[in-house]
């Protein structure tokens, strides 16, 4: 064999193996980190565009109801009260309809199935991760409640549309925080029920993504896989500290069943607000209760961003 051809059958060395493997795991990272992105960009787009149809649908009910907002969480009893049955797509009633009874699962107590019709009766909007995969929907009374307690996006409906329950003697609705008292021992309603009253619409938060945080303690607001939850509890409930911004994307929870801003894939949040503008939120953005209570302002020493009230 000449030094030539043994030359040529060289192999490569250890080291030439080593760069050559550095090079391709660079690229697969770079590749790898490139699709990640256009993932995430793709996810937030859909994300996006289902809260503007969530958002349209309200909007729709609003002109459907005399400018009335869809109620945020109806009581067994005040469905009872006002006659308010509805009823699946497939034109079974959603309980407690029809009977009413208490002891009925209160599927139509959340604002979630009123809503539907103004979908097109698409219920992708209101789906979100492994839910989507029950689409097409077809058999909707096993998934009721899911969607009803777990939808895609959280309503701010203890001060949009309000809760409701009846009164002790059984007679009439109450709306919570009705007649509240704030520190300079005024009274307020802080709950806007319509569209004429509201005074701040560019800033009111009415849809955002949620979820529940079951007992006090530290939660990552970016939990992928989280469940969802149909309403957002401001971080002031009244007058009771329920969370705070702790760092980046983590919250602070103080009480059992508080349901917090759920940032996803990234540390901002689009959110609809009451104008019909999406816009994206910052979790310090997010802990300004002005954004969430539309009689919110500064109240003696306490700025707007720091409201509370009484609850009654």
Request: with cysteine; glycine share 8%; proline share 7%.
């Amino acid at each position: 064999m000449t030094a030539a051809h043994s030359k040529r059958c060289r192999g490569y060395t250890l080291v030439e193996l080593m760069v050559v493997l550095t090079i391709i795991g660079i690229l697969i990272a770079l590749t790898g980190g490139g699709l990640l992105l256009a993932k995430r960009a793709a996810d937030q787009a859909a994300h996006a565009n289902n809260l503007r149809q969530v958002g349209f649908a309200w909007s729709q009910y609003n002109v459907d109801n005399e400018a009335r907002f869809v109620p945020g969480f109806v009581s067994t009893r005040v469905q009872r009260n006002r006659r308010m049955g509805i009823a699946y797509p497939d034109h079974t009633p959603i309980p407690p309809a029809p009977s009413f009874e208490d002891g009925q699962p209160n599927i139509g107590g959340p604002w979630t199935w009123r809503l539907v019709d103004y979908l097109s009766m698409s219920m992708g909007p209101l789906l979100r991760g492994q839910d989507r995969d029950l689409l097409p929907l077809t058999d909707y009374p096993p998934h009721g409640e899911k969607i009803a307690y777990g939808p895609a996006f959280a309503y701010n409906g203890w001060y949009i549309g309000g809760h409701w329950t009846m009164s002790t003697d059984g007679v009439r609705p109450l709306q919570a925080f009705r007649r509240s008292r704030l520190a300079d021992r005024s009274f307020t309603n802080v709950v806007v029920t319509s569209a004429g009253k509201v005074k701040h619409p560019t800033k009111l938060i009415v849809f955002a993504a949620g979820t529940l945080v079951e007992q006090p303690g530290f939660a990552s607001a970016t939990e992928f896989e989280a469940p969802g939850w149909f309403e957002i509890t401001p971080p002031i409930l009244a007058d009771q500290r329920m969370w705070q911004m702790d760092v980046l994307d983590t919250v602070e929870v103080f009480e059992q069943n508080v349901a917090i801003p759920w940032l996803n894939t990234g540390r901002d949040l689009p959110v609809f607000h009451l104008d019909g503008h999406i816009e994206t939120l910052t979790l310090a953005d997010l802990s300004k209760q002005d954004r969430w209570i539309d009689a919110a302002r500064q109240v003696e020493d306490i700025p707007a961003t720091q409201f509370t009230h009484e609850p009654e």
